[in-house]
Every structure is written in C-alpha cells, then in structure tokens.
C-alpha cells in the first residue's frame, strides 16, 4: 500500500523552528520529485519547496525562501522540511507530496499525505 505518513507538526511561537518529516512506504521516493505544500484555513493548497532525484534540484517558494530547507535520507525513504524563523502567516496544515514533475503546482502530484498542523503563536 502507498502510503505518505507527515509528522513534527505542532505549535510555536514566532520566530521558532520545527521540522517536519514525511516517510514513504509502499514506494520509493527517490524515483519521485518530492514537495511540499501547505493550506491555510480558507485559502487554496499552496506549493512550498520541492526536491528533485533525477538532478538534485530544489526549488522554494518566495514567502519561505531563506527560511525553510527541504532535504531527504535515501536511507530512510523519509523527506524533511526544516522550517526556521516561522512567522504566523506560515500557520497552516502542511502536506507532503510525490510526482514526476519538478513543479510547485499541486495537480502534478499524484501521491499525498494526510497533512500535519503547523500554527505559529504567541
């Protein structure tokens, strides 16, 4: 079964970290670009960063670029976004994602988690 499983969510004050981690099973991330994406409450699911195998490649959105750092362990078949210096406005239900293309928008993303809750508050 494909599964992608999120977790690290939770609630920090401004100017925090967290990181986050998503572990695959049932397939191989490797052969996948890798992404993430967030949902605030009300707004449209929004691309973050992504990671490509086939080039090492690795792309951030502008409202994370500086802050936020995507890596993976082959090893572990796991994917982390490290998110630093977290602002309210990065509040929202963060997902993970796999594709093919090397893309922040999410209907190139076949494969989802079922998302872990990041609220940044004072």
């Known amino acids: 079964q494909i599964q992608l499983v999120e977790s690290g969510g939770g609630l920090v004050q401004p100017g925090g970290s967290l990181r986050l981690s998503c572990a695959a099973s049932?397939?191989?991330?490797?052969?996948?670009?890798n992404g993430w994406f967030r949902q605030a409450p009300g707004k449209e699911r929004e691309g973050v960063s992504y990671?490509?195998?086939?080039?090492?490649?690795?792309y951030y959105a502008d409202s994370v670029k500086g802050r936020f750092t995507i890596s993976r362990d082959y090893a572990k078949n796991t994917v982390y976004l490290q998110m630093n210096s977290l602002k309210p406005e990065d509040t929202a239900v963060y997902y993970c994602?796999?594709?093919?293309?090397?893309?922040?928008?999410?209907?190139?993303?076949?494969?989802w988690g079922q998302g872990t809750q990041v609220t940044v508050s004072s």
């Open positions: 994602a796999a594709g093919f293309y090397r893309s922040l928008q999410v209907t190139r993303y076949i494969y």
């Open positions: 990671i490509s195998s086939s080039d090492g490649s690795i």
């Open positions: 049932g397939f191989t991330l490797d052969y996948y670009v």
